[in-house]
């Protein structure tokens, strides 16, 4: 059987069946999908095109038929539709491939799949497309790729800035402190000065109020720090490592007792306590809730502080001192925010700031329970956690 005599759709019908009424119903089909068809012989010339073909490419399949893509787009174009389909011919089975074509707004792309059809002697003897448009995914993929590596450009660019301007907050930060300090460092000099030397001239209220003085001096001392320590915690990169908690509890529970060697303190700190951080910023976390409850226990003689954990890895440090009213418990991570006094426990109100942003740079979190008169607890987490809360327990978290 010679394929050239049967309709292109057609295939060999029985005795009694009439083939143009399968090839009508076939032609019928591939007039009314949305995706380009089209059938090519060996030569590359046209046998067949569906109305989608001839509407995007302006053609008629009256017209169409006999001619090759070299007589209807440019060369490069043509030449890689034929060798396309040469690939399917030799293949003997399906392929698939993107393919471009001109349209009326530029170059279209296309995915084709492309397959021999075979006579009744298993030759190939044509080869069928069918060819999708997805111009507008591939628009859009190339503009997300485009907005990503503008994207990753400005993102660059700022943290190029943000690193300048870190370098330049660190510096002025030295510079003030140094410039802050040199003065405060004369003053209280002078002012020991005059309690050395003058002080039978001074009198009990001069003398009075050059402590006034002095202490003035130390406490804005102790705010430069506290300064710096809050830019440090803040702006510090961060160094993570397996941290001896314990250890770095004792060391600051033997600094402060190298302080007030006189105070009696019980201190229960757990052993093996380990956590992954920055062991620079979890010491600076120990010394200032460490520092508070020692501080705030000052007025109890049977003063106690604990440092320990609660499964699965929560840390805690407790105190039976002054405690505070919880009605104000939201201040009290916030820079120079105070519960107590003055004149009642010093400090710059700082320094619970400073744990705050050190354990949300940790991924943790951190919050306080306590009563007026017995004691607190700060609870504090230094990482993630690693399983899924349900939405109760995620609410009591600050």
Same mark, same amino acid.
Not at 97 to 117: C, N, R, S
Not at 312 to 322: E, I, L, Q, S, T
């Given at each position: ?158 943290? &190029? ?11 002025? &930060? ?95 700190? !757990?052993?093996?306590?380990? !956590? ?16 508070? &409850? ?34 104000? !418990? ?69």
């Amino acid at each position: 059987m010679n394929p050239e005599t049967l309709h292109p759709l057609a295939t060999p019908a029985a005795p009694g069946h009439d083939p143009r009424v399968g090839a009508d119903q076939l032609l019928a089909l591939i007039d009314n999908t949305s995706a380009v068809i089209y059938m090519r012989d060996l030569d590359g010339h046209y046998m067949l095109v569906n109305r989608e073909y001839e509407r995007l490419f302006d053609v008629s399949r009256d017209t169409i038929v006999g001619l090759t893509d070299h007589d209807l787009f440019p060369e490069p174009i043509a030449s890689a539709f034929r060798a396309n389909d040469l690939q399917a011919a030799e293949r003997g089975r399906p392929v698939s491939m993107e393919e471009t074509a001109p349209g009326e707004d530029g170059l279209h792309t296309y995915i084709t799949v492309k397959f021999p059809l075979i006579d009744a002697d298993g030759r190939a003897y044509a080869v069928c497309g069918i060819s999708t448009d997805i111009t507008d995914r591939k628009r859009a993929e190339e503009q997300v790729r485009r907005l990503n590596a503008e994207l990753e450009d400005r993102v660059q660019q700022r943290t &190029a800035e943000l690193q300048t301007s870190t370098r330049e907050l660190d510096a002025f &930060a030295y510079s003030v402190s140094h410039d802050l300090r040199a003065p405060l460092r004369s003053l209280d000099g002078y002012a020991q000065l005059l309690v050395e030397d003058y002080a039978d001239r001074l009198g009990a209220e001069g003398r009075e109020h050059l402590g006034r003085l002095q202490a003035n001096v130390a406490r804005m001392g102790q705010m430069i720090d506290d300064l710096l320590d809050l830019s440090r915690a803040t702006r510090t990169e961060l160094h993570r490592s397996t941290v001896d908690v314990t250890d770095l509890a004792r060391q600051v529970v033997d600094e402060l007792r190298t302080v007030e060697p006189d105070r009696r303190v019980e201190v229960r700190i !757990a052993p093996g306590l380990t !956590a992954p951080g920055d062991p620079d910023l979890v010491r600076l976390v120990l010394q200032n809730l460490i520092g508070n &409850a020692w501080k705030f226990t000052g007025q109890r003689p049977d003063a106690l502080v604990e440092v320990d954990r609660e499964p699965p890895d929560v840390f805690y440090v407790r105190d039976n001192g002054a405690g505070f009213d919880m009605r104000f !418990a939201a201040k009290l991570f916030e820079p120079f925010q105070r519960l107590h006094a003055a004149s009642e426990f010093d400090g710059s109100g700082i320094g619970l700031a400073i744990v705050h942003r050190i354990v949300s740079r940790h991924g943790g979190w951190i919050r306080a329970e306590s009563r007026v008169g017995e004691g607190s607890t700060f609870r504090l987490t230094l990482a993630p956690e690693r399983h899924t809360d349900d939405a109760a327990t995620a609410a009591e978290r600050p």
